[in-house]
T-cell receptor, first 108, second 113 residues
Framework: LAKTTQPISMDSYEGQEVNITCSHN???????ITWYQQFPSQGPRFIIQ???TKVTNEVASLFIPADRKSSTLSLPRVSLSDTAVYYC?????????FGTGTRLQVFP | EAQVTQNPRYLITVTGKKLTVTCSQN?????MSWYRQDPGLGLRQIYY???????DKGDVPEGYKVSRKEKRNFPLILESPSPNQTSLYFC????????????FGEGSRLTVL
């Protein structure tokens, strides 16, 4: 079973940029790479999705290299409220597979 | 308010007693899906539905059934629950199958004794 791996945890301070990487082999060639944020006792919430190169919205950027074997979620100037678990989501052989999740802790 | 609603939010049951977790969305979404979330294993897809009367297995479908008779509803059925189905369950929907912008419910925590 193809694994979609992420660092288990990351620490940061308010105002810093945070980059979280997801490694995903054998993903579908024509499907999105998507990232979610999850707070305790809540369902995951959509952050951003992209197919290739770079995508930016009002809260994050997503960088995808040409081989699509990884992706990096970039959170500019994090705040305390960005403390959460972050998941990537990819399609592998017609199945949606979530990454292992990265727990981001933001300190004042 | 656009939302995905799951019920019950919490349930304790015993092995073998059939139960249904309901899921309803008010966004006219075509695609709906169920996930379970377990410590150390993350979120895993159980079943999904691309439209009414169209359902398919996800990554971990064993022990579960689903139906999609109406566009807004996608219940998850555990015919004979077992302790290894103790988990946190999430329902999600999206406008169509090709987008990965999923809207999740608040979750249903199920304990099977």
């Amino acid at each position: 079973l193809a694994k979609t791996t992420q660092p288990i945890s990351m620490d940061s301070y308010e105002g810093q940029e945070v980059n979280i990487t997801c490694s995903h082999n054998n993903i579908a060639t024509n499907d999105y790479i998507t990232w979610y944020q999850q707070f305790p006792s809540q369902g995951p919430r959509f952050i951003i999705q992209g197919y290739k190169t770079k995508v930016t919205n009002e809260v994050a950027s997503l960088f995808i290299p040409a081989d699509r074997k990884s992706s990096t979620l970039s959170l500019p100037r994090v705040s305390l409220s960005d403390t959460a678990v972050y998941y990537c989501l990819v399609e592998v052989t017609d199945k949606l597979i979530f990454g292992t999740g990265t727990r981001l802790q933001v300190f004042p | 308010e656009a939302q995905v609603t799951q019920n019950p939010r919490y349930l304790i049951t015993v092995t073998g007693k059939k139960l249904t977790v309901t899921c309803s969305q008010n966004m006219n979404h075509e695609y709906m899906s169920w996930y379970r979330q377990d410590p150390g294993l993350g979120l895993r897809q159980i079943y999904y539905s691309m439209n009414v009367e169209v359902t398919d297995k996800g990554d971990v479908p064993e022990g579960y059934k689903v139906s999609r008779k109406e566009k807004r509803n996608f219940p998850l059925i555990l015919e004979s629950p077992s302790p290894n189905q103790t988990s946190l369950y999430f329902c999600a929907s999206s406008l169509y199958e090709g987008t990965r912008e999923l809207f999740f419910g608040e979750g249903s925590r199920l304990t099977v004794l």
